[in-house]
């Protein structure tokens, strides 16, 4: 059983930097791509930030020179490290992992996790 688990948020002025953390924890598989995404309320759940198994990130528009998404030297942990916040990114940050690996036996190629999301308020 896959489980994710985040830590992190909270409460921040404007201008203030916070870090997200997730750990990924489990056997049988193996991570294809790990990622940040957000929900204010009302609206989608979006993708912030995205890094994939060869290392490559990508970033939303929004958060774009701003965030910068990493993994764990044991590669099944990841960061976000959140610089120059704005009210605007107030939300509910969910952690996603991509993942292959066996289940009861059987192979899957391409699975979703997700945590259980952790809110980051910044006050103007």
């Known amino acids: 059983q896959v489980q994710l688990v985040e830590s992190g948020g909270g409460l921040v002025q404007a201008g203030g930097s916070l870090r997200l953390s997730c750990a990924a924890s489990?056997?049988?598989?193996?991570?294809?791509?790990m990622g940040w995404y957000r929900q204010a309320p009302g609206k989608q759940r979006d993708l912030i930030a995205i890094?994939?198994?060869?290392?490559?990130?990508n970033y939303a528009d929004s958060v774009k020179g701003r965030f910068t998404i990493s993994r764990g030297v044991a590669k099944n942990t990841l960061y976000l490290q959140m610089n120059s916040l704005k009210p605007e990114d107030t939300a509910a940050y969910y952690c996603?992992?991509?993942?292959?690996?066996?289940?009861?036996?059987?192979?899957?190629?391409?699975?979703?996790?997700w945590g259980q999301g952790t809110q980051v308020t910044v006050s103007s």
């Open positions: 996603n992992a991509n993942m292959r690996g066996y289940d009861s036996g059987a192979y899957y190629s391409s699975r979703d996790y």
């Open positions: 489990g056997s049988g598989f193996s991570i294809n791509a």
């Open positions: 890094t994939t198994s060869d290392g490559t990130t």
